[in-house]
T-cell receptor, first 118, second 115 residues
Framework: GAVVSQHPSRVICKSGTSVKIECRSLDFQATTMFWYRQFPKKSLMLMATSNEGSKATYEQGVEKDKFLINHASLTLSTLTVTSAHPEDSSFYIC??????????????FGPGTRLTVT | AQKVTQAQTEISVVEKEDVTLDCVYETRDTTYYLFWYKQPPSGELVFLIRRNSFDEQNEISGRYSWNFQKSTSSFNFTITASQVVDSAVYFCALSEKYNFNKFYFGSGTKLNVKP
């Protein structure tokens, strides 16, 4: 149980275009989803936290107009990188949490999406 | 402030050797959780263990063991009789009980196990 998927696993886009990454909780309802970014050979950096039906909370230094996050349902959150630039190339990982107690209080991580902007 | 330090950037061992990955953390909270994750070359994070700050018992799971020492704010991870499949980047992470949203990840330790 507690499986999180991401789609696509890899995407290449041209500079200036927008790209959408999906994060789905497959067998549980995710009240909270998180988006992380990982630069090559670096640690994971939390970008934002989203709760179903409300606006995402962005970490300091993350441009909310550039990284649009939507958590429209309890099983789906999307991250849209708008007007992508080569410096946005990175590995994006989502995680989902199902509740506030028990095992679903854990964060379950998706497999990640590798974005390359050319 | 909350911080996780993994001082070992990269470690190389020969198969069957034991290896310990160090993790030192800082937090002002008395209640928190510590984690270890494995990230193989494919990229996905594999959950290994979660430890509550009130539970200082060491844990063993097969070839893996964890040593939690609150006195030194350390949560070290030992792999016994390492195997090539253990090659990966290992992350230590901290989250606070009352702000479980935030994970503070260490910078990771890349483990290379050579045959």
């Amino acid at each position: 149980g507690a499986v999180v998927s991401q789609h696509p696993s890899r995407v290449i886009c041209k500079s200036g275009t927008s790209v959408k990454i999906e994060c789905r909780s497959l067998d549980f309802q995710a009240t909270t989803m998180f988006w992380y970014r990982q630069f090559p050979k670096k640690s994971l950096m939390l970008m934002a936290t989203s709760n179903e039906g409300s606006k995402a909370t962005y970490e300091q230094g993350v441009e909310k107009d550039k990284f649009l996050i939507n958590h429209a349902s309890l099983t789906l959150s999307t991250l849209t990188v708008t007007s992508a630039h080569p410096e946005d190339s990175s590995f994006y990982i989502c995680s989902a949490r199902g509740g506030t107690s028990g095992t679903l209080n854990e964060q379950y991580f998706g497999p990640g999406t590798r974005l390359t902007v050319t | 402030a909350q911080k996780v330090t993994q001082a070992q950037t990269e470690i190389s061992v020969v198969e069957k050797e034991d290896v310990t990955l160090d993790c030192v953390y800082e937090t002002r909270d008395t209640t928190y959780y510590l984690f270890w994750y494995k990230q193989p070359p494919s990229g996905e994070l594999v959950f290994l263990i979660r430890r509550n700050s009130f539970d200082e018992q060491n844990e063993i799971s097969g070839r893996y063991s964890w040593n939690f020492q609150k006195s030194t704010s350390s949560f070290n991870f030992t792999i016994t009789a390492s195997q090539v499949v253990d090659s990966a980047v290992y992350f230590c992470a901290l989250s606070e009980k009352y702000n479980f949203n935030k994970f503070y990840f260490g910078s990771g330790t890349k483990l290379n196990v050579k045959p």
